[in-house]
């Protein structure tokens, strides 16, 4: 069993899949990201797979994305050490055999949705788990605008926010749409053993104006179902659907969280819409709209986190309506003790 | 202020049966497809779901490719003595046929290790073939030991063979009953047995386990409740808080716990009733915890933090549930 530090990785799962990237930044280049205790190196070989190898060179501590890609082989930029797409080395400068030993670790891959999807933990297992379908990100119906924050907080910390929708009225009251301004309509919480789904069905509201004008139909009321899904550690998303009377338009919040280690992460998150999908202005001002939200939710994140840090875990007091969180949690616990780290019940998390 | 709910409930879908086939005597394996287009949850492996059977309600592993978004697969044993939930699996669910599929939740994970030894009895088999498919693709090493009554009465036996040497097949009628004390001989330091078969398995792998090895290697399921010979003690009532619903009430002698917070408007899971699903586990906070459980070990028992609603109860005077 591991113990778990700080700002150990220990509890972070690694058995999962994690959206590092997005195709269009892989290409024929070397590219450094940050994952899931370390860095990785990300490339496209000649035929076009995405190769994932660990970035750090077996020799000395260098990261292999500074150095040269050479065909399907990268080549250390400080010693030369030169290595396939396996991670395994070929070649190095100095003698004619290769040393015992000299090889990096190497990911399973995945593209899908235009996004790469790279595994972090035992590689055999990587094929016995389904990567997530997001097809709102690339379908002909939908338009995308998107973005990148850094977080210095837990990836747990950010599902629990996600999980509670709540959340958004306090964090970001100038964009919480009217629907949750008053008592929140019943929860219901559907759970299995690797997801959680929630949903609220809330009475006739108005829309928030940006959409009614993106929409083109004025001041408009509808009924709005909101469902979110927690898929993995890496994914969670929301689906906003607005039956406005004369249609209902679609909105998808795709949230990717990688976590760095237990308490920093990434997150990029994305908001598709099939309304107004040519409208350059409309993705424009969605874009700046959220990529306000997800700064707020940013540094609500960091504050939660930094009281964690600095004073601790502390008891917590739960409502009902925190049940989704709280399954959350106990499908991280069992993931995490699958991996052979064992975690008390109030540790997780923070 | 209108009052809100929440409600928790497990994920639920009415699949249709894609395919029966005989892979053993007296062992049905079904295909369940999903028809609504919406795909069906994942699951890893030593998962289970409920099937709804008219009246009843059963519970069976997941022994197909948890890859699958399709359709799910179990393989069920007819048990004639049984109260008749594999009678109706085998005599009402024909091709074409619908079946509610509650779940897939799982008590009994695969845990990672370098090394694996798998011991199945009988249809016990089923929860550890997706395990074994896990342990091999991960380059640990293992070894299955697989009886049963006859060879004819064992399934996926063809399956098996593929993995040569790391599996043995032990019918009972030809080489008796397992030898676990020789099976299980030499307790490897990051190594985990997991069990899952007839009651009499499940109880003298227990008792070899006692000797030699460490006290969370053993991994095992039960599809029956443990027959319990300790003294039980005549039910008592007990004060149950459940501290996040701000709720207190008094259990009478004849309530379960799990139908005191189900009476009190709580949302609470559970399936089996019995003791034996895990559905219905919750934390405890305070109050000595009467477990009357076949879910969790003896050490788990002991640390009086956790247990199983539908049938345990409370020494003490008072229970405090995380609820």
Not at chain 1, 134 to 160: K, N, Q, R, S, Y
Not at chain 2, 255 to 268: E, N, W
Request: hydrophobic share 40%; net charge negative; aromatic share 6%.
């Amino acid at each position: 069993m591991t113990t778990v530090n700080r700002t150990s990785t220990a509890a972070v799962p690694t058995d999962c899949w994690y959206a590092l990237t997005t195709s269009a930044e892989v290409d024929r280049h070397l590219l450094a990201v940050r994952a899931v205790g370390g860095p990785v190196l990300l490339f496209r070989t000649q035929d076009g797979a995405v190769v994932a190898l660990e970035d750090r060179c077996a020799h000395r501590a260098y990261p292999l994305s500074a150095g040269t890609l050479d065909g399907d082989q990268v080549r250390c930029g400080l010693c030369g050490f030169v290595y396939d797409a396996d991670g395994q080395c070929v070649s190095v400068p100095t003698q004619p055999r290769v040393p015992l030993g000299a090889h990096v670790a190497s990911y399973p891959t995945r593209e899908r949705d235009g996004l790469v999807w790279v595994w972090l933990g035992e590689a055999g297992r990587a094929r016995l788990h389904r990567v997530p379908g997001l097809p709102w990100l690339t379908d002909a119906g939908w338009a995308t605008v998107g973005g990148t924050v850094p977080i210095d907080a837990g990836f747990l910390l950010l599902h629990e926010n996600f999980a509670d929708v709540t959340q958004i009225r306090f964090v970001a009251p100038e964009i919480a749409p009217a629907a949750l301004a008053g008592a929140p309509p019943p929860l219901e919480v559907v759970v299995t053993e690797t997801t959680v789904e929630l949903s609220r069905t809330f009475p006739s509201s108005p829309l928030p104006p940006w959409q009614a004008e993106m929409l083109g139909i004025g001041a408009a009321e509808g009924e709005t179902v909101q469902r979110g899904f927690f898929t993995s550690p890496a994914l969670w998303t929301d689906h906003w659907d607005v039956d406005h009377g004369a249609g209902t338009a679609r909105l998808r919040f795709t949230q990717l969280v990688t976590p760095f280690d237990e308490r920093r992460s990434r997150l990029h998150w994305r908001v598709s819409r099939d309304f107004a999908i040519d409208d350059p202005g409309a993705g424009d001002r969605m874009h700046a709209m959220f990529g306000d939200y997800y700064a707020r939710v940013q540094a609500a994140m960091e504050t939660a986190q930094a009281v964690l840090d600095t004073d601790g875990p502390g008891p917590e007091v739960n409502v009902a309506a925190d049940v989704a969180a709280l399954r959350v949690r106990d499908i991280v616990r069992g993931m995490l003790a699958e991996e052979g780290v064992a975690l008390a019940r109030q540790h997780l998390g923070t | 202020m209108t009052e809100t709910r929440t409600t928790l409930r497990e994920h639920e879908a009415e699949l249709v049966v894609a395919s029966v086939t005989a892979v053993a005597d007296g062992v049905r394996e079904l295909r369940l497809a999903d028809v609504s287009g919406s795909g069906l949850p994942p699951w890893t492996p030593g998962a289970h779901v409920d099937l709804v059977l008219g009246e009843l309600v059963r519970q069976y592993s997941l022994c197909g490719d948890p890859t699958d978004a399709t359709s799910y697969t179990v393989a069920v044993l007819r048990e004639p003595e049984s109260r008749g939930g594999s009678v109706f699996v085998h005599e009402q669910l024909a091709e074409g046929a619908k079946v509610t599929v509650r779940g897939p939740r799982n008590h009994f994970p695969l845990v990672s290790a370098d090394s694996y030894r798998f011991v199945a009895g009988g249809i016990g088999i089923t929860p550890l073939l997706p395990m074994i498919a896990e342990a091999d693709a991960s380059g640990a090493d293992w070894h299955l030991t697989y009886g049963g009554r006859t060879r004819g009465s064992m399934a996926y036996t063809d399956h098996l063979a593929g993995y040569g040497e790391r599996v043995t097949f032990a019918p009972a009628d030809e080489v008796g009953l397992l030898d676990l004390a020789t099976i299980l001989a030499s307790p490897g330091p990051r190594t985990l047995v997991y069990c899952c078969g007839p009651e009499p398995l499940l109880a003298a792998i227990e008792s070899v386990c006692e000797q030699g090895w460490p006290s969370d290697a053993l991994h095992l399921e039960r599809f029956a409740a443990k027959v319990s010979d300790a003294p039980v003690d005549a039910e008592r009532a007990f004060e149950l808080v459940l501290a996040g619903s701000g709720v207190t009430l008094q259990v009478p002698p004849d309530k379960s716990v799990f139908d005191m917070i189900q009476d009190a408007g709580i949302s609470v899971l559970g399936s089996c009733h019995e003791g034996i699903c895990g559905t219905c586990e919750q934390a405890v906070l305070e109050g000595e915890v009467d477990h009357r459980d076949s879910v969790l070990n003896e050490s788990e028992q002991a640390a009086n933090d956790a247990m199983m609603v539908c049938v345990s109860r409370c020494l003490s005077d008072r229970l405090v549930l995380d609820l």
